[in-house]
Structure formats: C-alpha cells, structure tokens
C-alpha cells in the first residue's frame, strides 16, 4: 500500500552527517552581466580554487564564468542565498538519486542553471520542474504529463527521470561537456552540430550551436563554484519553509484526495497544493506505478491512520 523510499528530512541529516563541507546550491542569472566582463573580488583567489575544484567538466576560469559569477557574488547575492537555502531540501534528494546511477554527485547542481532550484518553475517554450524537461522529453523517460498529474513537478519522479537521461546521455557522447550541451539543446541538435563541426571536440561543436547552449557549460562551472565556495564568500543559506525544510516524501498506490488528506491530517488544503506543485487537480486515481505525496513529517501519523480506517481513501 505505501512504501517510503526516502525521506527529505532523514536525507538532509545524513548529508549533513556525511559532507558538512560539501557544497550547497546557488542560483542561475537569467540576465547576467555582458560576456567577457566581471567585476569580481579576489579574481586571483577565484582562479585558483577552480583549478582545484572538482568538476565533471574542465574546471578552468575563463571571462564567461566570471560574468555569472559576477551576478552570484555581486547584486545578485541575496537571490543566491535564497536558493543557497532551497537547497538544504532539494540538494540531499538530488544527490541520492545521482550516486544512484553512479553520476557524479557534482550534477546536482544543473537544476540551479534550469530552474533556480523550483519545482513549480515553467519556461515560455514549455518547460517545467527542478530540470526543465519539455513535455515530450518528459514522457519519453516515463514521467506522467496529463490533466491529473505532472511529474516533471514532482522532485523524486522528475529527479529519477533527468538523471537516468544524463547517464544515457554520457554513454553517447563520452563526454559530460557534450553529454550537458545535448542535456541543454536535446540530441538531435547537438548531432547536427558536430556533424557540421566535423569532430566532436567540444570547443568546435559549441560553435555551432544557439546562443543559449554555448554558454550553458560557463553556468554550469559559474554554478558549481558558488556552491562549492559561496562561504568563503560571506554568502549563506536563507533558511527555507518549514514546510519544505520539514517534509517527507512517499509512494502511495491509491486515489490521492487533497480533500480527504486535509481533514485527516489537519492541513490546509493550500499546504497540501504547496508540497506537491505535482498535482494538477484535487483527486488523483490510483495508480499502478504509485504517486508520490509529500506531507509534514509529523502529518504522516494521521495520515496512516486514516488510510487504515474504513471509508477514508486518500
């Protein structure tokens, strides 16, 4: 009936548990300063720790990076403490789900440059969720995109799905520079790219593609870094909603009613709209593969006990 595989909460202790130093999240900059321009403190400094960054990519600075950084470490820094402090709940989920494939746990931060670290996040060509994915893409990898439920939402779902597709990504390409431009652009694109290119050397393909895929590998390093050193920075995170910070995901194998659940469990019904942005109506039919809820993790008492009770189906 209901099986719980992870836990936002319990995952958060572990990690901090297991990594106190490992790096947090920032955010991406939408509008970021001109390409091959910085105003940056401590460029010397910021040069040498991303030589000595671990990275799936090169690691090296170059003015692009230091253009995003400038938004992370500049004007944009409370922005980049806010979603320093989404990731204390999305970060943790990321990364078991990452050393799950056998990925590097570095790519956790790519939901950064897609979505901010939002799961509710929508893009005007038809994105949506902590990873961006379009709809098609989405229902490629197995996700559930209809009129009840977009998994592309949920983050445990959308999650599983992006890192399954990264790993296929990589064995086609061999590459995680390629493997993230293809992540960025789709398949399809990037092979019309180093077809033209003649070669698959990354500085010769990136020629051939959109504005937006060139720069995408800068972010991802401008992005990596931040989370990787923001301390040393004076940036922090803003701690997230309790309700977030406090939270627990489960699989259930039922009718899902957001009704039925608030009384059970005492909850508003908008709380329960606000942990799962999954959800695209009020009752969800049950379903085969299971449909991840996500309650307070004191909520999850009177939930079961509701469930066990006759005549309550939620």
């Known amino acids: 009936m ?35 321009t910085s105003n940056l403190p401590n460029e010397p400094e910021i040069r040498f720790r991303m030589a000595m960054m671990h990275s799936p990519v ?23 403490e806010a979603i320093l402090g989404r990731g204390m709940v999305y970060l943790p989920v990321i990364e078991h789900y990452l050393e799950k494939c056998g990925l590097p746990t570095q790519l956790k931060f790519l939901p950064i440059i897609e979505s901010k670290l939002q799961p509710h996040a929508e893009s005007t060509k038809g994105a949506a969720g902590l990873w961006q994915l379009v709809p098609e893409t989405a229902r490629s990898l197995g996700l559930v995109v209809d009129a ?7 983050m445990n779902r959308a999650t599983e799905a992006a890192t399954s597709y990264l790993k296929r990504l990589y064995k086609k390409y061999g ?70 910070l406090h939270a627990m995901a489960a699989r259930v194998y ?20 606000f942990l799962n942005p999954s959800y695209r109506e009020d009752n969800l039919p049950a379903r085969k593969a299971g449909t991840f809820l996500t309650l307070p993790k004191t909520s999850w008492e ?3 006990g509701a469930v066990q009770r006759a005549g309550i189906k939620a």
């Open 2 to 36: 209901l099986r719980i595989p992870l836990t936002l909460a319990a995952a958060w202790l572990g990690y901090w548990h297991a990594q106190a130093a490992a790096p947090l999240l920032a955010s991406v900059p939408e509008v970021p300063t001109p390409i091959g």
């Open 302 to 304: 009177a939930y079961m």
């Open 58 to 80: 090169s690691s090296g600075y170059d003015a692009d990076v230091g253009a995003y950084l400038s938004r992370y470490l500049t004007y944009g820094s409370i922005e980049t």
């Open 175 to 244: 590459t995680w520079e390629l493997a993230l431009l293809a992540y960025n652009c789709g398949p399809g694109r990037l092979d019309q790219a180093i077809k033209k290119a003649g070669c698959q050397e990354y500085a010769q393909v990136r020629q051939h593609l959109p504005a937006e895929t060139q720069n995408y590998i800068a972010k991802y390093k401008a992005a990596l870094y931040i989370g990787t050193f923001h301390l040393q920075h004076g940036l922090s995170p803003t701690l997230p909603d309790p309700l977030l």
């Open 254 to 273: 039922r009718a899902i009613s957001i009704k039925k659940i608030a009384e059970a469990t005492g909850l508003s019904i908008g709380t329960i709209r």
């Open 148 to 154: 009840h439920l977009d998994e592309r939402k949920d």
